[in-house]
């Protein structure tokens, strides 16, 4: 049975290297994971980290490869976003470069992510 869709914003399946690291945190330590889908209000990543907790605020950065006509040279987007959920995905990641043990984790942005030059 089909759900009524419940976001603000549509999300597009896409496929980018991202990595995060959670703000006021006293370890430094960043996090690398590749993004599931993306919309305007968030995103969906697979990560093999499993320290995010729900509502925690990470520092967001994504690599967006080369596109002709549009990003000649790539770039970064980055900004800050809210944990809202993780899931122990395990076996089931979808992303190959990720090993079994692995976490899905979704995010809210708290403000649209801007373009690094």
Not at 29 to 42: F, I
Not at 93 to 110: I, K
Request: glycine share 10%.
């Amino acid at each position: 049975m089909d759900r009524p869709e419940k976001r603000r914003h549509m999300r597009v399946s896409a496929q980018y290297n991202i990595s995060c690291r959670e703000v006021g945190s006293t370890v430094s330590k960043c996090y690398d994971g590749c993004t599931m889908n993306v919309s305007p209000g968030g995103l969906y990543f697979e990560t093999s980290a499993e320290t995010f907790e729900r509502g925690s605020l990470l520092k967001v950065e994504l690599a967006i490869p080369p596109t002709a006509g549009l990003l000649e040279f790539g770039g970064k987007i980055a900004g800050f976003a809210k944990v809202l959920r993780t899931e122990n995905i395990g076996s089931a990641a979808r992303s190959t470069d990720l090993a079994p043990g692995s976490y899905g984790v979704a995010l809210q942005f708290c403000r649209p992510l801007k373009l690094c030059v």
